[in-house]
């Protein structure tokens, strides 16, 4: 366990079960509040739950400077064990952005009209941003390693995946997308 004293106990069900119930008063806020924009409920503020719930049990259960090492942990860049595998993140979405626009270019349609003005662009890759890192320093920084423990790479991801996934469905829904969209997010 990169990055923690191996005497820690650090129980993934503990992060899962903060997560959702830091999270919950997220979700009736998102039915009954107007978005934060177009496609954005109030419930997408719950990204930063992962965050908090890991930050509480690591504070709670270790020494002083535990709450930095996982927030060093967020952005360091070592811990995939081959950098071929950062190629790989920014290629696969990449071809599968080009493979969705060959397949309408194919079909004969056209590209549906961007709802984002250009100046806008900056401000969300920021938000973005930080939205994935507070659900990464949970579900990465704080249980993939205990899980990987117990159970295989690709039964972690499983695990962690479904959890995602589950997690997600409040705002998505409240998003307006519908079962098949929200299906095709979590395959």
Known sequence: MSGWPEALDRSPARLIALTFALSAPFWPAGAVLDRLSENLPVSALMACCPLLAAMSLV???????????????????????????????????????????????????????????????????????????????????????????????PATGVVLGVVWAVWHLVPYAQAGHGPLWIAGQFR
């Open 59 to 153: 504070r709670r259960h270790e020494p002083s400077g535990a709450v930095r090492r996982l927030l060093l942990r967020i952005v360091d860049w070592r811990a995939a064990p081959d950098s071929g595998w950062y190629a790989l993140a920014f290629a696969v979405p990449l071809g599968v952005m080009a493979a969705s626009y060959a397949v309408l270019v194919l079909l004969g349609r056209s590209l549906p009209e961007p709802r984002v003005a250009l100046i806008e662009i900056p401000l969300l890759f920021a938000v973005f941003l930080a939205s994935a890192a507070c659900e990464e320093a949970g579900w990465t920084a704080y249980a993939t390693d205990p899980l990987r423990t117990r159970l295989s790479v």
